[in-house]
């Protein structure tokens, strides 16, 4: 059984991300423009067509699938999900990207918009925010060319299928170029 999971693994790194994202293609956008599907592709999209490097589109493409099967801690759940994969700049970015998120959201009572501000002089701080403000809130319009996840398999799997674990060290995740 061992040997034959590891030889799948081997065969089609990163499939079962891909299936699972597939999976929600027709999910409810649970009153937002677009649904965790389409806003984690127009996510993707856009970092690709900035020049962000393999771990940050791969970053972008599952940052939310989390919140099709949980709750507000579904940044959390991502950076376990994609972490023995990601340097350490680009787990904390992505375990504390709802936080940071509340700046440009939070719009009640309950919520904070300056969740985010208990964070401020952390190394990674400045990369997650910056990560929020260019691709994350930006990417819920219904008219923007978003790619497909087709056109994102090969990515995933080069980058899942490159190396087992990725290294603790890593530049700037939102100015690296791939």
């Known amino acids: 059984m061992d040997r034959a999971e590891r030889e799948f693994r081997e065969r089609l790194p ?9 999976a929600f293609e027709h999910a409810d956008a649970l009153g937002a423009p677009l649904n965790v599907h389409r806003h984690c592709l127009q996510t993707a999209t856009r970092v690709l067509e900035a020049g962000g490097d393999d771990e940050l589109i791969v970053l972008s493409l599952f940052h939310d699938l ?14 376990q999900m994609l ?3 990601l340097t350490e700049p680009r787990r904390w970015l992505l375990a504390r990207h709802v936080e940071f998120q509340a700046y440009h ?7 904070d918009r300056n969740e985010r501000e208990p964070y401020r002089g952390h190394p ?9 403000e260019r691709f ?14 087709a056109d994102f398999e090969p990515l995933v799997r080069r980058f899942f299928g490159s ?3 990725r290294s603790s ?10």
């Open 14 to 22: 990163g499939e079962g991300l891909l299936t699972l994202m597939a």
């Open 136 to 149: 994350d809130q930006s990417s819920f319009d219904p008219a923007y060319p978003t790619r497909s996840l």
């Open 105 to 111: 959201f939070a719009n009640h009572p309950t919520r």
């Open 124 to 132: 990674h701080f400045a990369q997650t925010a910056e990560f929020c």
């Open 163 to 165: 190396q087992r674990t």
């Open 66 to 79: 989390p919140e099709c099967f949980s709750d507000a801690h579904h940044g959390e759940l991502a950076a």
């Open 169 to 178: 060290t890593g530049g700037n995740p939102v100015s690296s170029k791939r």
């Open 83 to 85: 972490g023995p994969w």
